[in-house]
T-cell receptor, first 115, second 108 residues
């Protein structure tokens, strides 16, 4: 079966712009989470969606937002980009709403560079 | 809080055994994951410990002691392809929290 698909793979944006990243989970997975990965901070939790509802949110400013559609696909948006937003953004899906023993399946990520 | 601590880097020799430790402080969690991440790739699931003790899966084993706030990942018969980052993560009710990972270098 197809894995978690993230688009685009690479993105270069200018400070002040906004960006939308897309994630298609594994078919049947209704839980989608987003993480930001940087060399200094590791994987940091952004938010989690389940059945179109945001269940949890990490400690990121309001410039970071997301949503989930009825087909479980999810998007995240970052407005007013800053240089520090340059990172790998990873989406992960799970069959079990509580993650359970199978944990997450991650997508390959979107590498965002802000210049 | 739920600080998760892992060594930043480790080096081991092909064919040897290496143990990657993870310590944490948290008020509660459902289980502990280990993930492997090769450079430029997505993290992939290795193991999940709910109860104290050792879980073995081929060349990889993972151990958990809730009372000691400690886990380790044991890799046996190291191969060059095991060169990667290894991430310890706590599964809480609200989210999975990751440590910063241990970068493992394998020498021939």
């Amino acid at each position: 079966k197809a894995g978690v698909t993230q688009t685009p793979r690479y993105l270069i944006k200018t400070r002040g712009q906004q960006v939308t990243l897309s994630c298609s989970p594994i078919s049947g997975h209704r839980s989608v989470s987003w993480y930001q990965q940087t060399p200094g901070q590791g994987l940091q939790f952004l938010f989690e969606y389940f059945s179109e509802t945001q269940r949890n949110k990490g400690n990121f400013p309001g410039r970071f937002s997301g949503r989930q559609f009825s087909n479980s696909r999810s998007e995240m948006n970052v407005s007013t980009l800053e240089l520090g937003d340059s990172a790998l953004y990873l989406c992960a899906s799970s069959l079990d709403p509580d993650r359970g023993r199978d944990g997450y399946t991650f997508g390959s990520g979107t590498r965002l560079t802000v210049v | 809080g739920q600080n998760i601590d892992q060594p930043t880097e480790m080096t081991a020799t092909e064919g040897a055994i290496v143990q990657i430790n993870c310590t944490y402080q948290t008020s509660g969690f459902n289980g502990l994951f280990w993930y492997q991440q090769h450079a430029g790739e997505a993290p992939t699931f290795l193991s999940y410990n709910v109860l104290d003790g050792l879980e073995e899966k081929g060349r990889f084993s993972s151990f958990l002691s809730r009372s000691k706030g400690y886990s380790y990942l044991l890799l046996k018969e190291l191969q060059m392809k095991d060169s990667a980052s290894y991430l310890c993560a706590l599964n809480r009710d609200d989210k999975i929290i990751f440590g910063k990972g241990t970068r493992l270098h394998i020498l021939p």
